[in-house]
């Protein structure tokens, strides 16, 4: 797989995760986080496990049952927050805060010892200021709860992509990828029965939380979870991460687009169009490593 290929992966990934922020807005806080990841990962679970049946039946590797049970309990951790999260803020508001998952992934890769590029910092420090400008004014003014809890997902989901990134690209993303939903889906429901014994007879349903239900399980634990780990087998973490800044910019467009029946609109304003272009001169910043760019022109 080429560059373009999995930026494109990435990219489609980046759309869905923001989407997923409005889809949240429509579970009523009355319902449990865990029924909501039972319901959407069962969803994702039952698609791919008929997509990739032949693959598991093939077998399933004791490290790749490892690998998807470590992120599991991570995925179930950061989700249960961000449901909980959306209680307190907008849809484009959130998608805001979780950005700042980018500003913390450079940060563990260096503790980690891991490669990050001078460009790739730099074009991160201007993501940054694009998030943080996009961003003030509607954070500036809502409950302090929602931005603290949505903080500690971002630092979170940071290891969590990271590690991501490294099973991936040890292991058979298709058997990855139906393991994380089964184990999400199975675990959430025993947390959700111990919580709440009706489970299922216990939940209000209405068309909109049904709808978002099913978008999230097909979309996003279906669909942008396979397509994550195959571009994350390819790509490196700091390139993720930089790909994944577009979250925001979708977000913003999606919050103010998306029609009434599925959340309420959040309109464009000034300061949230210049973040979104400081952010896309960030990820040029980074993915075009300017600064080995200038050394191997003085070197010529």
């Given at each position: 797989?080429?560059?373009?290929?999995?930026?494109?992966?990435?990219?489609?990934?980046?759309?869905?995760?923001?989407?997923?922020?409005?889809?949240?807005?429509?579970?009523?806080?009355?319902?449990?986080?865990?029924?909501?990841?039972?319901?959407?990962?069962?969803?994702?679970?039952?698609?791919?496990?008929?997509?990739?049946?032949?693959?598991?039946?093939?077998?399933?590797?004791?490290?790749?049952?490892?690998?998807?049970?470590?992120?599991?309990?991570?995925?179930?951790?950061?989700?249960?927050?961000?449901?909980?999260?959306?209680?307190?803020?907008?849809?484009?508001?959130?998608?805001?805060?979780?950005?700042?998952?980018?500003?913390?992934?450079?940060?563990?890769?260096?503790?980690?010892?891991?490669?990050?590029?001078?460009?790739?910092?730099?074009?991160?420090?201007?993501?940054?200021?694009?998030?943080?400008?996009?961003?003030?004014?509607?954070i500036s003014s809502m409950d302090i709860k929602g931005p603290a809890i949505m903080l500690l997902v971002c630092v979170i989901?940071?290891?969590?992509?990271?590690?991501?990134?490294?099973?991936?690209?040890?292991?058979?993303?298709?058997?990855?990828?139906?393991?994380?939903?089964?184990?999400v889906a199975v675990i959430s429901f025993v947390i959700w029965f111990v919580l709440q014994p009706r489970t299922f007879f216990?939940?209000?349903?209405?068309?909109?939380?049904?709808?978002?239900?099913?978008?999230?399980?097909?979309?996003?634990?279906?669909?942008?979870?396979?397509?994550?780990?195959?571009?994350?087998?390819?790509?490196?973490?700091?390139?993720?991460?930089?790909?994944?800044?577009?979250?925001?910019?979708?977000?913003?467009?999606?919050?103010?687009?998306?029609?009434?029946?599925?959340?309420?609109?959040?309109?464009?304003?000034?300061?949230?169009?210049?973040?979104?272009?400081?952010?896309?001169?960030?990820?040029?910043?980074?993915?075009?490593?300017?600064?080995?760019?200038?050394?191997?022109?003085?070197?010529?």
């Amino acid at each position: 797989m080429n560059k373009i290929q999995y930026y494109i992966l990435l990219l489609s990934v980046s759309a869905l995760w923001a989407s997923e922020m409005i889809l949240m807005k429509n579970i009523p806080s009355t319902v449990s986080p865990f029924a909501v990841l039972t319901m959407t990962y069962g969803i994702g679970a039952l698609l791919l496990g008929t997509a990739f049946f032949k693959r598991l039946r093939k077998g399933i590797h004791k490290r790749e049952l490892i690998d998807a049970a470590f992120l599991s309990v991570m995925s179930i951790g950061y989700n249960t927050l961000i449901i909980l999260a959306m209680r307190f803020m907008d849809s484009a508001s959130g998608s805001v805060i979780i950005s700042f998952t980018l500003a913390v992934i450079p940060l563990m890769l260096l503790v980690m010892g891991r490669k990050v590029t001078k460009s790739n910092l730099a074009g991160m420090a201007v993501i940054l200021m694009g998030i943080l400008l996009a961003g003030f004014s509607s954070i500036s003014s809502m409950d302090i709860k929602g931005p603290a809890i949505m903080l500690l997902v971002c630092v979170i989901r940071a290891f969590y992509l990271i590690k991501m990134n490294d099973f991936a690209k040890e292991s058979d993303v298709a058997v990855l990828s139906v393991l994380i939903d089964v184990m999400v889906a199975v675990i959430s429901f025993v947390i959700w029965f111990v919580l709440q014994p009706r489970t299922f007879f216990a939940v209000e349903y209405s068309k909109e939380m049904l709808s978002s239900v099913f978008m999230d399980g097909y979309l996003i634990c279906g669909y942008a979870a396979f397509m994550n780990l195959i571009a994350q087998k390819y790509a490196s973490p700091a390139t993720c991460s930089v790909i994944y800044s577009f979250q925001i910019i979708f977000g913003v467009i999606l919050a103010a687009v998306i029609p009434g029946i599925l959340g309420d609109s959040v309109p464009i304003t000034l300061p949230k169009a210049g973040g979104c272009l400081l952010i896309v001169g960030g990820t040029l910043c980074s993915e075009l490593d300017l600064f080995s760019l200038g050394r191997k022109e003085k070197d010529a």
